[in-house]
């Protein structure tokens, strides 16, 4: 993990290169991992569908899981940056 908090917005914006969202937060093997399967899925898909379907419909298992990894990359900066930025209240168990 990184000890510099990214925006959220950033990585999200980031995040439409395939794997950099992961990369700029400091997952590279995670966003290398999603790289790989956007790939292989992508290739499966495109052997299963048929010819008349179109780029998107042809390659849709890699295009599924590109939506996956941005989903999951701006996931986790928002969860890192939410509790790098928490202040805890005084609450009654505080004796304030």
């Known amino acids: 993990m990184t000890d510099k908090v990214i925006h959220p917005l950033k990585v999200l914006a980031i995040s439409l290169i395939p794997?950099?969202?992961h990369v700029l937060i400091g997952q590279a093997q995670r966003g290398l991992t999603f790289l790989f399967f956007m790939v292989v899925l992508g290739w499966v898909s495109y052997r299963l569908?048929?010819?008349t379907a179109s780029f998107?419909?042809?390659?849709?298992?890699g295009v599924f899981l590109?939506?996956?990894s941005?989903?999951?990359?701006?996931k986790t900066a928002r969860i890192?940056?939410?509790?790098?930025?928490?202040?805890p209240t005084a609450g009654p168990e505080s004796g304030a």
């Open 70 to 74: 941005i989903l999951d990359a701006y």
């Open 49 to 51: 569908m048929p010819e």
């Open 19 to 21: 794997g950099a969202g």
């Open 56 to 61: 998107i419909g042809r390659h849709i298992g």
């Open 80 to 87: 890192r940056h939410a509790v790098a930025h928490y202040k």
């Open 66 to 68: 590109y939506g996956l």
